[in-house]
């Protein structure tokens, strides 16, 4: 199998989009996250761009909470090919004899559960700090 340079294939907006879309998180609330200078409009026109700032990068990186690297360097087919070479029969005999009792696709969906519980909660401390700091100024 001779390969090519896999760095052709990644395309930094599609994988922004996948990493979002798995943490349950919508463009508008990326959009929110990034600034004033952001809207729905915008991420969507991000997420179709191959090759993206690093700036932009970073940031999203932190708001997503997953390292530049895996935006920049996250090959789906790349990632297929290496799951399905080392799933062969050492590892069907060895699932034979040890059944798994937890479910990793139940574990995972549980996992961005969580992520998107507090992330609505951050929200709603963020929505209820703002209240709060408006009150303090129309005080002033």
């Given at each position: 199998?001779?390969?090519?340079?896999?760095?052709?294939?990644?395309?930094?907006?599609?994988?922004?989009?996948?990493?979002?879309?798995?943490?349950g998180?919508?463009?508008?609330?990326?959009?929110?996250?990034?600034?004033?200078?952001?809207?729905?409009?915008?991420?969507s026109?991000?997420?179709?761009?191959?090759?993206?700032?690093?700036?932009?990068?970073?940031?999203v990186?932190?708001?997503?909470?997953?390292?530049?690297?895996?935006?920049?360097?996250?090959?789906?087919?790349?990632?297929?090919?290496?799951i399905?070479?080392?799933?062969?029969?050492?590892?069907?005999?060895?699932?034979?004899?040890?059944?798994?009792?937890?479910?990793?696709?139940?574990?995972?969906?549980?996992?961005?559960?969580?992520?998107?519980?507090?992330?609505?909660?951050?929200?709603?401390e963020?929505?209820?700090m703002?209240?709060?700091?408006?009150?303090?100024?129309?005080?002033?």
């Amino acid at each position: 199998m001779t390969h090519t340079n896999s760095n052709q294939k990644i395309h930094q907006g599609r994988n922004i989009k996948r990493f979002r879309e798995m943490l349950g998180i919508k463009q508008e609330v990326l959009a929110f996250e990034l600034g004033e200078d952001w809207n729905q409009k915008k991420i969507s026109l991000l997420e179709q761009k191959e090759a993206i700032e690093t700036s932009i990068l970073q940031q999203v990186s932190q708001i997503l909470k997953i390292p530049v690297e895996a935006i920049e360097n996250f090959d789906e087919e790349q990632a297929i090919n290496i799951i399905a070479s080392n799933f062969h029969g050492d590892a069907v005999a060895y699932a034979e004899n040890y059944k798994c009792t937890i479910n990793p696709i139940e574990k995972i969906i549980e996992l961005h559960e969580e992520k998107i519980l507090l992330y609505e909660r951050m929200l709603k401390e963020k929505d209820e700090m703002m209240l709060r700091l408006e009150k303090l100024f129309e005080g002033k």
